[in-house]
């Protein structure tokens, strides 16, 4: 069994190959079962959650195996560990093991520009990016793959976060702009990336301009939302899956929950946009919304294509 260094899996997810296989892999067959959710309380009163992420094809066999433990921070440690095991379907071998985090982080940022590919205006000029943790440092990258943006605003509630997040894209030859009015930077933007850790709303959906396309990321818990009801009831509403952002997210459980909208108003899923089921956007006013709740087999996309690439160079 390999064990595959966090440089290797870096390096071997460059954003157009990964939103390739993403596009590849919902267009193949898989079993991928409902997420296994497991609560324990820890001898100090915290309650950890273990999550388990299984999926399959005929070949390979991925299971993401992550651990939140909000009790961490006292201990000056990162709150979520997660670690990916890749096997051969068919016999059961363990295959490779890997740090999960810039997996998700990557799959989760080339996901949304996936879907941004049908849903964004194909004029869209100005990204707003709200965040500056793991996957919100991926988004721009990822978006900026299937549109050509012409300004780029970051907008974190931490200055520092913001600024350094600014540093690292110019790094890499990205300009981009910190702004500190969010409310003005969301009422321009074409579109909105929003990859926060807030419980109550950023983007409010009065600020949302006419073609506006909104990416809604970081909420994952029935009770927290990034969007308003406002936002919600003006967009057409897609999703990565039905089962997973209807009633895992509070983006979506909340206001199907006070009558805003049911689960009826979801256009299509992420497979049935690349599978060409809906169209996508289909009017140049029209506001989209795309809500991802992370799937295994996004994982496995991204973790096959990690394999395969170091298999390549270390046989």
């Known amino acids: 069994m390999h064990i595959i260094p966090d440089e290797q899996i870096a390096r071997n997810l460059g954003y157009a190959g990964l939103i390739e296989a993403l596009r590849a892999i919902f267009l193949s067959d898989y079993t991928m079962p409902l997420r296994h959710h497991h609560f324990y309380t820890t001898p100090e009163g915290h309650e950890n959650t273990l999550i ?61 520009a996936l879907a941004a590919s049908f849903l964004a205006r194909k004029t869209a000029g100005h990204l707003l990016v709200a965040g500056s943790g793991k996957v919100a440092q991926h988004l721009v990258q990822a978006h900026s793959v299937v549109r050509n943006f012409r300004k780029i605003s970051i907008w974190a509630r931490n200055p520092a976060k913001m600024h350094g997040m600014v540093t690292m894209l110019a790094q890499e030859g990205i ?93 299509a899923d992420l497979a049935g946009l690349i599978r060409g089921v809906h169209p996508g956007r289909e009017n140049e006013q029209e506001i989209t919304l795309f809500k991802s709740a992370g799937l295994a087999v996004e994982d496995l996309a991204a973790a096959l294509l990690v394999y395969h690439k170091y298999r390549e160079e270390h046989g």
């Open 52 to 112: 388990l992420m299984p999926v399959w094809n005929d070949q390979y066999m991925g299971v993401k195996q992550v651990t939140v433990a909000p009790g961490n921070a006292d201990r000056g440690m990162p709150s979520i560990f997660a670690r990916y095991t890749l096997s051969n379907t068919v016999t059961g071998e363990p295959l490779a093991m890997m740090n999960a985090a810039e997996i998700t982080a990557r799959r989760t940022a080339c996901t949304s």
């Open 175 to 267: 300009q981009a702009e910190p702004v500190e009015n969010l409310e003005a930077a969301a009422r321009s933007a074409d579109v909105i990336s929003c990859a926060t850790l807030s419980a109550t709303p950023v983007i409010r959906g009065e600020w949302v301009k006419p073609g506006a396309h909104l990416d809604m990321i970081g909420s994952h818990k029935p009770d927290t939302r990034e969007t308003d009801n406002e936002a919600i009831r003006k967009s057409s509403i897609f999703v990565d899956s039905r089962m997973g952002a209807l009633h895992e997210t509070g983006e979506l459980a909340l206001p199907i929950a006070e009558g805003i909208i049911s689960e009826k108003d979801v256009k």
